[in-house]
């Protein structure tokens, strides 16, 4: 059964940085995608960047504009989100959720998540 664990969140002041982790833990071999998504306030929850495990292929969703990276480091099973430029508008409770494949999970939306962390919460304010 696989565990994600989410750390890194916090308080930052408008433009300032974090470094989200996921850690994963008892892989099954058929998961390849994880995901970071957000749930902010008075929106629905939203996926803000996913990564294949296998390749390192990846993609963010529109409202990132270059302010965030991906990042795996498959001997940790960790996946990161560094996040940069942040604002008000980006605090809510971030959580990483792994799905089998990356096409499906991560491009086209296809399948929904088989597996969930608890989430992180992020707080940007001055």
């Known amino acids: 059964q696989l565990q994600l664990m989410e750390s890194g969140g916090g308080l930052v002041q408008p433009g300032g940085s974090l470094k989200l982790a996921c850690v994963a833990s008892g892989f099954p071999l058929d998961v390849d995608a994880i995901a970071w998504f957000r749930r902010v306030s008075g929106k629905e929850r939203e996926k803000v960047a996913c990564i294949s495990r296998s390749n390192g292929s990846h993609n963010y969703g529109d409202f990132v504009k270059g302010r965030f990276t991906i990042s795996r480091d498959n001997a940790r099973d960790t996946v990161y989100l560094q996040m940069s430029s942040l604002t008000p508008e980006d605090s809510g409770v971030y959580s990483c959720?792994?799905?089998?494949?990356?096409?499906?999970?991560?491009?086209?939306?296809?399948?929904?998540?088989?597996?969930w962390g608890q989430g992180t919460q992020v707080t940007i304010a001055s």
């Open positions: 959720a792994a799905g089998r494949d990356f096409f499906r999970f991560c491009i086209i939306a296809a399948d929904a998540a088989d597996y």
